[in-house]
């Protein structure tokens, strides 16, 4: 009897070293990919990308019922020169809204990062959102747009620095 449980013992030792060597194994990979360089790449990539939609669709949403809260949020959402624009045009641009009465209303569609310098905090991005406008008395128009933006690190917090409409076309072929 004592040779059919040496067997049993001997393979139940070895099954035991191979499961507590690839738990091992496991964990430390795990570890690595948790705590390596891409790992927090892909942190700031997403940070800068939830960042970047947020903002351009802040930048494209505005009710004049509620003007000044809408360009409050337009001024947080940006820094640089962007920011500077939007408050020296901020009068001029809230007697616009007033006079047509019109609310803006922007959906993002998708977004990506096309570039991202983590170490200069600078980062690039194309999003793609739906804006509709309606205006007093008429039928709302939806318009789909594509934009391209740049945000900076200010703070530990990622703002737009610029932002710009896609260029729409076909590339030129040789």
């Known amino acids: 009897m004592s040779r059919v449980i040496r067997p049993l013992v001997v393979a139940a030792l070895v099954l035991a070293l191979a499961a507590g060597g690839f738990a091992a194994w496991a ?9 390596s360089e891409s790992a927090d790449y892909a942190t700031s990539r997403d940070d800068a990308l939830a960042a970047a939609e947020q903002s351009v669709q802040n930048l494209n949403t505005l009710d ?16 640089g020169e962007l920011h500077d624009q939007l408050v020296q045009g901020r009068e001029a641009f809230s007697q616009q809204v ?5 609310v803006t ?9 096309t570039e991202l310098d983590e170490r200069a905090g600078r980062a690039r991005v194309m ?8 205006a007093d008395g008429k039928q709302s128009s939806d318009k789909d747009s594509r934009m ?3 945000l900076t690190r ?5 703002k737009l620095s610029a932002l710009a409409q896609a ?8």
């Open 27 to 35: 964990g430390w990979s795990w570890y690595g990919a948790a705590h």
């Open 64 to 79: 004049h019922r509620r003007l000044d809260e809408g360009l409050d949020l337009w001024e947080t959402s940006t820094t």
């Open 98 to 102: 007033r006079t047509a009465k019109t």
């Open 105 to 113: 209303t922007a959906k993002v569609l998708s977004g990506a990062v």
């Open 127 to 134: 999003v793609a959102l739906r804006v509709t406008v309606r």
């Open 148 to 150: 391209l933006g740049e």
């Open 154 to 158: 200010t703070q530990g917090q990622w």
């Open 167 to 174: 260029p729409v076309g076909t590339a030129a072929t040789d």
